[in-house]
């Protein structure tokens, strides 16, 4: 059964800083990507960042390059999203998801098991 489990959310003034955790477990994720998206309220879920577990390289969306960093740690099946400089337009329910590809990937419907979500609040 994987499991994906999202932390870190919450309240931040515009120009914080947030980090968002997801830790995986129910097998072995050497050969998934793992991503981030985030859904707005009356807003489609849209992508933010993904990482191929296995090679590192990563994506972002051009919204967040030189503000979000989305990492991994092989030793606590755990992948992160370090988030700078928060505008209030990043606020939204972001979620962590796995896709059993080896390349990152930005289609919703690539993606195979997700997380419940983590609110994150950027106030003006």
């Known amino acids: 059964q994987v499991q994906l489990v999202e932390s870190g959310g919450g309240l931040v003034q515009a120009g914080g800083s947030l980090r968002l955790s997801c830790a995986a477990s129910?097998?072995?994720?050497?050969?998934?990507?793992m991503g981030w998206f985030r859904q707005a309220p009356g807003k489609e879920r849209e992508f933010v960042a993904a990482?191929?577990?296995?090679?590192?390289?990563?994506y972002n969306v051009d919204s967040v390059k030189g503000r979000f960093t989305i990492s991994r740690d092989n030793a606590k099946n755990t992948v992160y999203l370090q988030m700078n400089s928060l505008k209030p337009e990043d606020t939204a329910v972001y979620y962590c998801?796995?896709?059993?590809?080896?390349?990152?990937?930005?289609?919703?419907?690539?993606?195979?098991?997700w997380g419940q979500g983590t609110q994150v609040t950027v106030s003006s």
């Open positions: 998801a796995a896709a059993r590809l080896m390349a990152p990937v930005v289609d919703t419907n690539r993606y195979d098991y």
């Open positions: 129910g097998r072995t994720f050497s050969t998934y990507t």
């Open positions: 990482m191929s577990w296995s090679s590192g390289s990563t």
